[in-house]
Every structure is written in C-alpha cells, then in structure tokens.
C-alpha cells in the first residue's frame, strides 16, 4: 500500500492547533519524525532551498510518500535539527536572520558537544530561541536518499538544555517532556561509547560483542574506563555500565551500530561526538582513558588506511 501525505492540510476544528514545525536534516530519523508529525504543519529546510519528497516504510511494510514545503520563514513553533552532531553549527548559523521567527530549537541527535555549542552560539543573540534537547529510542535507516525504512519502534524524551530553567516544554507531539534529560543523555552517552566504537573498528554486529570471548573482556575494560570517568565528573549512572551494555548488545545483537553503518558506508561517524567528547571531559580534568583513546586511534588509522 502507498499513501501520499502532504503535511500542510488544515486541522479538523475538534483537534487542537497545529504546531508548527521545520525540521532541518531530512534523513532517516528527520523523515522518520515528519511522519509521527504529519498531522501538524510541517516545513523543511534542506540544502537545495527546496521542499522535500521523502518515502517511508513504517513498520507493516506500507509505503508513504511525505511532501514537505520548504519552509517559508514565517514564525514557527519548532525548528528541530536532525543533521548528524557534526553537521549541527553549520546548518544552523545561516538560519542567524531568522531566530526572531523561531520559538524553539529541539537538537534531536546523539553525541554530545554540540548542544553546548549551539547554547553558546545562541547566548550572543538577544532573541534567542529556548533550546531543547531530546534523544530517542526510534530507529530508522535510509534505503536510498529519498527512502527511509522505520525498523525500530521507540520514545522521544525532551528536556530544556538550560538546568536552570526547568519551565515545562510546550506541546510536541510524540515527544516526551522529561526534567532529567542531561542524566538520561549522559546515561545513553555512555552506552554508545562502549558499543560504537568497538564495533566500528572490528566491523561486528553488536551481538559479536558478547558472542566473541576476547571481544567481551575488551568491552568489560571499556565499560569499566567509562563508569570510572562518569564518577570522577560526579556524573551519576545508577546502573553498572558493563552489565547494561551487555545488556543492550545482547538485545540489538543483530543490529550493525550507526557507527558501523557509517564505516560500511563510508561517511564519517560520529564517534568525535561520543567517544571524543569524553576524551576532552577526561583531558579538562587531567584523567586518562587509555581505553577510549585506543579505540578512537584504531578507528583513525582504519579510515586512513582504506
Ligand atoms: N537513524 C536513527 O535511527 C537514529 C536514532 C536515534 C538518534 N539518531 C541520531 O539522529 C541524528 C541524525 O541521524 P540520521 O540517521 O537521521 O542521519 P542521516 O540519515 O545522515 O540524516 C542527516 C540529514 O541531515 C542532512 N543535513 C546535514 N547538513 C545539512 C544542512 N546544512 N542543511 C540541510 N540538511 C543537512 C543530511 O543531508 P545529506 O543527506 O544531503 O547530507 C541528511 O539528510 C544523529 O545524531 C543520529 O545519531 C538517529
């Protein structure tokens, strides 16, 4: 079955006001958002100034066809960044004109590094939007440019970025608005920098991990590094990073991590985000992590090598 859904119909009267929403990455999880939001207004901003065409095959197998407008600078509720965490600054600071027309900024991405970046590019602007920050549990990989298959299904959580401000998000649909972002971020911060860059370099499936005696006792020292530097920052993590790590590996063992999706397909992996951002925490405190350097170099060295 294909449906084609243009994202710009009017609201039924009974249902609440449409929010407005312009999403800038249309890749897997920006198409795969577009589609929970369609029944919103939805607007893009893409790199040919265009609208986009996205399809998408939501979990029965159905096809849909997405038709979004490019955004056409009129105030909006919602500006959500979905590039890759290296992309984020770059995309944004052309949109500088326009921050007066923007309510919020929602940065729906992994890796760290790049919400302070964005804060701190915002703090020079008088009317600056209030900037989110969410990670999600969903799961979509791109088939071709324009496809997007939805292989997982998940939850959104949103929080301010600012820990101060704790004022209540307004409305995003299919969006959980949570007080304890920074310690949720941080939480599945720690998990990707276990099974990222493990299965980058040795291009196993994360179920390798666990199945491979060698690999495990590696990611064992790994874990350990991590939960050792998260204390040293008074980070919290309620939970032993080696058994939840092993946990989610074991539960995703058929998976291939973003980060090795990336290497197979030769484009950079965000691992500068994930496992280099803890790197520079550790060097701000004069810490080592023999381990995380180890698999960075490795990843390095491979992506020179090929
Ligand atoms: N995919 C998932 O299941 C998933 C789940 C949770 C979190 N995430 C996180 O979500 C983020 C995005 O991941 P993804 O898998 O959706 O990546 P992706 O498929 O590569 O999508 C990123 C999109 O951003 C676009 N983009 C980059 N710079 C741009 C610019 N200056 N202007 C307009 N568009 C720009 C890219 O366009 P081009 O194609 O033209 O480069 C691409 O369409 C990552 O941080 C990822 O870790 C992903």
Request: proline letters at 5%; glycine letters at 6%.
């Amino acid at each position: 079955m294909t449906t084609a859904v243009s994202t710009s119909a009017a609201p039924h009267p009974r249902n609440p006001p449409a929010a407005s929403i312009t999403l800038l990455g249309m890749g897997a999880i920006g198409t795969l958002m577009a589609w929970h939001w369609r029944s919103q207004r939805l607007f893009c901003l893409s790199r040919s100034q265009q609208g986009c065409e996205r399809r998408i095959q939501d979990q029965q197998g159905a096809n849909h066809t997405l038709l979004l407008p490019h955004w056409d600078h009129a105030p909006t509720d919602w500006l959500v960044i979905t590039t890759k965490a290296a992309d984020t600054l770059n995309a944004l600071r052309p949109l500088q004109p326009d921050l007066p027309r923007i309510n919020n900024i929602l940065l729906l991405q992994n890796g760290m590094g790049q919400q302070q970046q964005v804060a701190e590019w915002l703090s020079q602007f008088s009317q600056a939007p209030q900037l989110w920050v969410g990670i999600s549990t969903e799961g979509a990989y791109r088939s071709s440019q324009q496809q997007v298959i939805w292989a997982g299904c998940g939850e959104t959580c949103i929080g301010r970025w600012s820990e101060q401000d704790r004022i209540p998000a307004p409305a995003l649909p299919n969006t959980r608005s949570v007080s304890d972002i920074h310690t949720r971020m941080r939480a599945k911060l720690a998990i990707n920098a276990v099974i990222n860059p493990m299965t980058a370099v040795l291009q196993c499936r994360n179920g390798e991990l666990l199945s491979n005696a060698d690999y495990s006792r590696q990611m064992t020292l790994l874990a350990n590094e991590i939960q050792w530097l998260y204390q040293q920052l008074g980070w919290s993590l309620d939970f032993s990073l080696a058994q939840r790590a092993a946990e989610v590996a074991q539960a995703t063992a058929n998976n291939l991590s973003s980060s090795l999706q990336d290497v197979l397909n030769q484009r950079p992996t965000e691992l500068n985000y994930i496992t280099g951002f803890l790197l520079q925490q550790a060097q701000k405190h004069q810490l080592s992590l023999p381990h995380s350097e180890y698999w960075l170099q490795q990843l390095g060295e491979r992506s020179r090598n090929e």
